[in-house]
């Protein structure tokens, strides 16, 4: 592997998965800068999320190199899991505790100080505006509430980067667009953002953008650069146009 590598917050070459005879990610590669908003787009099918559950170290390739957050994934999973954070689309909070609660495990999994994770939890209730819901037992936030509250969970131990698969699903149009500035400070402050969504939009937000057809990267690059390459006026006729060319059913 390239030493340029190195510098890199994700870096991957010729990842393949291979189940059986078939071939969920075929030979991606792709590396992601510190502090990147990087989207990861594709079609139900298109191997996206097989290729995210590799970059996290859940699931082992069949060839190919990668590394994230400086660790490689194929033979120090355990060490990417802890220097990374995630988010999905279902919250992953615990709804019977409270919202101080919630940062308080979390931070004890992430293995924060006790005094780390006191002052951290203060700090974020401030950030947030939470400080009044503080005892506020988690099933009673409204949904962009808890949104708001997954996120900052996912990030509360400072990891180089967070995925984020499909976090806003289900959300109205305002609650996307204000996640999305938790999103632009958390890339400010260095955290390297690797997110999966299905509405189009959002990929404008993205400061580059791969699409997977059948398991292969077909386009990657920043928003502007892609609706230029291919004619369109906006991220969705651009993810349509390369969706078309899917063969797998």
Not at 220 to 249: G, H, I
Request: hydrophobic share 40%; charged share 25%.
């Amino acid at each position: 592997m390239n030493k340029d590598v190195y510098n890199k917050v994700i870096a991957v070459e010729g990842l393949t998965k291979r189940f059986g005879t078939f071939t969920a990610v075929d030979h991606i590669s792709f590396s992601v800068r510190p502090g990147e908003i990087f989207g990861f787009l594709g079609a139900n099918g298109a191997g996206k999320t097989t290729a995210m559950r590799m970059l996290c170290g859940l699931s082992k390739p069949t060839s190919g190199t990668g590394r994230v957050a400086g660790f490689d994934i194929a033979s120090q999973p355990e060490q990417v899991k802890r220097h990374i954070g995630y988010m999905s689309q279902k919250f992953s909070l615990y709804e019977d505790l409270k919202v101080w609660e919630n940062l308080r495990l979390f931070g004890g999994i992430y293995g924060l100080k006790e005094r780390d994770i006191a002052r951290k939890t203060d700090a974020m209730l401030r950030e947030l505006g939470f400080e009044a819901e503080r005892n506020t037992l988690v099933r009673a936030l409204p949904l962009g509430w808890k949104q708001k509250l997954a996120f900052s969970v996912s990030i509360f131990h400072e990891p180089r980067v967070v995925f984020l698969d499909e976090p806003t699903g289900g959300v109205d149009p305002v609650t996307r667009r204000r996640f999305w500035e938790l999103i632009y400070r958390a890339a400010d402050r260095g955290i390297t953002v690797f997110v999966t969504t299905h509405y189009m939009d959002e990929a404008e937000y993205c400061d580059r953008v791969s699409i997977m057809v059948d398991g292969r990267i077909e386009a990657l690059d920043s928003p502007k650069n892609l609706r230029a390459q291919y004619r369109a006026e906006s991220m969705d006729d651009v993810f349509q146009q390369l969706a078309r060319r899917a063969t797998r059913p």
